[in-house]
């Protein structure tokens, strides 16, 4: 079983996409990364629906109040 899946994320900070292999194993853990365009730290943490199997990202990007 592949339990790997391809995601299209955004970057909460200057919108790039970017794409990423996410294990679903890893549900529920948070995922730090860093955004290829800006070179911000992108934290962000994975839901995965055990029925579905669609995998929800929510960001954290709570350590500066840009607005
Ligand atoms: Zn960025």
Do not use: W
Request: proline share 4%.
């Amino acid at each position: 079983m592949n339990n790997y899946t391809n995601q299209n994320i955004q970057c909460p900070n200057c919108h790039h996409s970017i794409d990423m292999v996410i294990d679903q194993k890893q549900s529920n853990k948070k995922i730090y990364d860093d955004c290829p365009s800006c070179h911000r730290a992108i934290e962000f943490s994975m839901e995965v629906n055990p029925n579905t199997r669609k995998v929800h990202l929510s960001f954290n990007n709570d350590e500066d109040g840009l607005f």
